[in-house]
């Protein structure tokens, strides 16, 4: 891992800035961008340009909150520790509806530092046995955007007053933003629309989004706590890549899809250094004849829909939530 680690630094610090962070933020900037016109669009009373707003607005807005929170929750949007700390705060809790604080904690000291260690961190936000396979992979997510706020406030339970204010005040802010806008720019008369629409916006992603949290982790090897391998075996065999896909990797991040791999051996690396490494990477793995696990989207859907009592119903409990993939 060590060895490992040296070639990819070296591959950072000959990387401008740019390069390490620059082409994340651009895009990140880009989905704010975007925004108004979606607002202007969804005005619209022809249905072809309000199927375009909210095509744009979901896009955007899974850009901000998936590709977004996922870099803030490791601080790779800022070099500075107190920027780091206020992105963290904007992304997940304004733009993402979740407490920053829980957020990092299950996704950072959880995820990454126990990843597939049974009955401490998998990548399963979304697990419920009780409901059936068609249900689980297709319907159930789209309730995603209710829920996630409503998962918050459970997670500021045993917090400061201060924090658990803050976290209120914050993802309320975001929710009243989009709705505000909604009414006095899109022009939406009914409140019941408006929230219709907005739920309409922040579920387009929703399925992709459960779909890759769990493909790339559930169903390779697990570990025992009191005997988990080395860092570079645990993450080269309970991690999966996903191939590139110009949808979901621009709008997810490539640390996400294609790069899930390079992200958790190097998770302080933002989207465009992990796609940069990854050819390092993946032929010193290969080399070193360690697994370098990738598989098609749909090869995985498969295997969770005949697999789904295997995987999904009986596997080992995890006990920790990951609040962001």
């Known amino acids: 891992m060590m060895e490992l680690t040296r070639m990819v630094q070296g591959e950072v610090s000959r990387s401008s800035w740019w390069e390490r962070r620059g082409i994340d933020c651009?895009?990140?900037?880009?989905?704010?961008?975007?925004?108004?016109?979606?607002?202007?669009?969804?005005?619209?009373?022809?249905?072809?340009?309000?199927?375009?707003?909210?095509?744009?607005?979901?896009?955007?807005?899974?850009?901000?909150?998936?590709?977004?929170?996922?870099?803030?929750?490791?601080?790779?949007?800022?070099?500075?520790?107190?920027?780091?700390?206020?992105?963290?705060?904007?992304?997940?809790?304004?733009?993402?509806?979740?407490?920053?604080?829980?957020?990092?904690?299950?996704?950072?000291?959880?995820?990454?530092?126990?990843?597939?260690?049974?009955?401490?961190?998998?990548?399963?936000?979304?697990?419920?046995?009780?409901?059936?396979?068609?249900?689980?992979?297709?319907?159930?997510?789209?309730?995603?955007?209710?829920?996630?706020?409503?998962?918050?406030?459970?997670?500021?339970?045993?917090?400061?007053?201060?924090?658990?204010?803050?976290?209120?005040?914050?993802?309320?802010?975001?929710l009243y933003s989009q709705f505000w806008l909604l009414i006095q720019v899109s022009g939406f008369q009914s409140p019941a629309r408006a929230l219709l629409c907005m739920l309409l916006c922040r579920a387009l992603y929703s399925l992709p989004y459960i779909h890759v949290n769990i493909f790339q982790h559930i169903g390779l090897p697990m570990f025992s706590p009191t005997r988990r391998p080395k860092r570079i075996y645990q993450m080269t065999h309970g991690v999966l890549n996903l191939p590139r896909n110009p949808l979901l990797d621009w709008t997810f991040g490539h640390s996400l899809i294609s790069c899930h791999v390079e992200h958790h051996l190097f998770p302080f690396l933002s989207d465009h250094m992990c796609l940069k490494v990854k050819p390092l990477v993946s032929r010193y793995l290969r080399e070193k004849k360690l697994p370098y696990q990738e598989d098609s989207y749909l090869s995985r859907l498969c295997l969770f829909f005949h697999k789904y009592q295997e995987l999904m119903v009986y596997a080992p409990p995890i006990t920790e939530l990951v609040g962001v993939q």
């Open 26 to 174: 651009a895009i990140l900037t880009a989905a704010f961008a975007a925004l108004p016109a979606a607002f202007l669009l969804l005005a619209s009373s022809q249905a072809l340009l309000f199927a375009l707003g909210v095509l744009v607005m979901g896009t955007a807005h899974a850009i901000i909150t998936i590709k977004g929170t996922h870099l803030a929750s490791h601080g790779a949007i800022s070099e500075s520790q107190a920027w780091g700390e206020f992105w963290a705060v904007f992304f997940i809790e304004v733009c993402g509806s979740f407490t920053a604080r829980a957020g990092v904690h299950a996704h950072v000291k959880m995820h990454h530092a126990h990843t597939n260690v049974i009955g401490l961190g998998d990548s399963s936000t979304w697990r419920l046995p009780f409901l059936p396979r068609t249900v689980y992979l297709f319907l159930a997510p789209l309730a995603v955007p209710i829920i996630t706020p409503l998962v918050a406030l459970g997670q500021l339970r045993g917090q400061s007053l201060a924090l658990a204010l803050r976290t209120v005040l914050m993802v309320s802010l975001g």
